[in-house]
């Protein structure tokens, strides 16, 4: 199959080691670039090596960079002003968070304005539901806040709690889950909304750290339910993606250092998927017989593209 009058190269079975040719190829195939943040662009606070020059490089071949991260601890605004602290130029409109993918996901689905969000998580998500003119509860107030169990004694809740929203946390505490459970319970129709399923994640740049997955499985288990996920893998945020670029998913490539998020999302939605060792996932991992999730290409991390392209 060819694209842009370039043969496509051959492909090992399931997925292959990043090359030079295969480096060219990708970049001519495709229009625009999603990158995963943690792992990929940055470990907790600290860049990754050779990531200016990667992006800087691919946007100088006019390729639109979008960057879509399952971390709902911040909002968009303040991804941008961390990409700004870490030298690098991105504007608010590139970057789609889960806290973000949330918002929307109830603007979409006419949500009632005179309906409240219970919040598990932190400031990103509170932030964004804001924005998008919704009111919050929990979050960051209720950090502190703890259950009285004695006799006779109840946690009230706000029956107007029509969702919950179910993100990292790292000042969950049993107040937080016995909340929420209340709302999912015994509110009619409260929806559960996770951002996402993540396991592990990188909140510093020495250890894997406990993600999101933990809480909402937490609350899965509490409330005998499943969640609506907006984060990747699920498709909900391509669905913005492509009606505000306008570009189709099959010229579109997928970076991140996750199989079952970043690569199983851009599968799921026809991109071309490129994964990077820099974070989660080791090529002994990729290797592994008992993994089932193959991206088109792998290599170390995103400054090797750079180096493949000038060989």
């Known amino acids: 199959m060819a694209e842009n009058g370039r043969q496509a190269p051959k492909l090992a079975s399931f997925h292959a080691p990043l090359s030079s040719e295969t480096a060219r190829f990708l970049v001519d195939s495709v229009d625009a670039f999603l990158f995963d943040c943690d792992g990929v662009i940055w470990k907790g606070d600290k860049l990754i090596d050779g990531v200016p020059e990667a992006l800087q490089t691919l ?3 006019g390729k639109k960079l ?3 991260t399952n971390n709902s601890r911040r909002s968009r605004g303040k991804y941008a002003k961390k990409f700004l602290s870490l030298g690098l130029d991105v504007s608010e409109d590139e970057i789609f968070s889960s806290s973000f993918a949330a918002a929307m996901f109830l603007k979409l689905n006419n949500f009632p304005q005179d309906k409240k969000v219970y919040v598990i998580g932190e400031e990103g998500i509170v932030e964004e539901m804001e924005l998008a003119g919704f009111t919050c509860l929990g979050g960051p107030e209720d950090r502190d806040k703890s259950v009285q169990l004695k006799s006779n004694s109840m946690v009230e809740h ?3 709690v029509g969702a919950v929203v179910v993100g990292l946390d790292l000042h969950v505490n049993y107040y937080k889950f016995h909340y929420a459970t209340l709302c999912i319970r015994e509110n009619p129709g409260c929806l559960f909304i996770a951002t996402n399923r993540d396991a592990l994640g990188h909140i510093t740049d020495t250890q894997e750290c ?12 509490t409330t005998e339910k499943e969640p609506v996920v907006v984060g990747k893998p699920s498709p909900f945020m391509m669905d913005f993606l492509v009606k505000r670029f306008q570009i189709n998913t099959s010229r579109m490539c997928m970076v991140g250092d996750r199989l079952d998020t970043d690569i199983l999302f851009g599968q799921n939605t026809g991109c071309k998927t490129l994964l990077v060792l820099s974070g989660v996932t080791s090529l002994s991992t990729l ?5 089932n999730i193959h991206p088109d290409y792998y290599t170390s991390n995103l400054f090797s593209i750079v180096e493949l392209l000038n060989k």
């Open 59 to 61: 946007r100088s071949l």
């Open 158 to 160: 706000d029956k107007s």
């Open 210 to 221: 406990p993600g999101a997955g933990c809480m909402v499985a937490a609350v899965c288990a």
């Open 66 to 68: 979008v960057f879509v």
């Open 287 to 291: 290797e592994d017989p008992s993994n």
